[in-house]
């Protein structure tokens, strides 16, 4: 089945900076990847996805980015802000019956004031 | 328009018991997805429905089932919880059962077995 592996498990950076977070997946089918973010006692809260004939897209100060010759995928949160703090998770899925997504194991960003 | 709606928000049960989680998916959505979610770790798949229908299962035991009414809420069933059990049980609607819509999550149940 689908693997996904995300790095960094941790992300500390000062506000304003950039952040950056990074996903490979395992299986070539793969055509959709969306990313969520997590804040402490809620649910995931999808916040920008792309789909494999899209190489970039960009929503704001959020923007992905997808390799598919790599099969990598990454998340881009510029001019960072105290409330970006939170667990963000990349997922991976194939077309079939079921979309089943298959999550990464979560970055835990920290924006410092 | 209301989001994913979970009930109840927390549940506490022992080894043995049976529990069953309720799910309203958003307005207009037809699928509805189940996932466990323990503590540090991304959310598991368990159970896809769409128009009543179980559409996938992921690699958990028979003691858990699920059913999708026709107004598209949906139940997931536990029996003979175990402590392992214990976790956020997350469920996420989107328009369609296939294709690359966005599935939207709601805030899930928290269980805990003691």
Redesign the interface.
């Known amino acids: 089945g689908e693997n996904?592996e995300?790095h960094p498990s941790t992300l500390s950076v000062q506000e304003g900076d950039s952040a950056v977070i990074k996903c490979t997946y395992s299986d070539s089918a793969s055509?959709?990847f969306?990313w969520?973010k997590q804040e402490l006692?809620?649910?995931?809260?999808?916040i920008i996805?792309i789909?494999s004939n899209v190489g970039e897209k960009k929503d704001q100060r959020i923007a992905v980015t997808l390799n598919k010759t790599a099969k990598h995928f990454s998340l881009h949160i510029t001019e960072t802000q105290p409330e970006d703090s939170a667990v963000y998770?990349c997922?991976a899925s194939k077309?079939?019956?079921?979309?089943?997504?298959?999550?990464?194991?979560?970055t835990q960003l920290t924006v410092l004031p | 328009d209301a989001g994913v709606t979970q009930s109840p928000t927390h549940l506490i049960k022992t080894r043995g018991q049976q529990v069953t989680l309720r799910c309203s998916p958003i307005s207009g959505h037809k699928s509805v997805s189940w996932y466990q979610q323990v503590l540090g770790q991304g959310p598991q798949f368990i159970f896809q429905y769409y128009e009543k229908e179980e559409r996938g299962r992921g690699n958990f035991p028979d003691r858990f089932s699920a059913r999708q009414f026709p107004n598209y809420s949906s139940e997931l069933n536990v029996n003979a919880l175990l402590l392992g059990d214990s976790a956020l049980y997350l469920c996420a609607s989107s328009s369609q059962g296939g294709g690359n819509q966005p599935q939207h999550f709601g805030d899930g149940t928290r269980l805990s077995i003691l």
């Open positions: 996904v995300q055509n959709y969306p969520y006692g809620k649910g995931p809260q999808l996805d789909r998770f997922a077309p079939g019956s079921a979309r089943q997504l298959t999550f990464g194991s979560g």
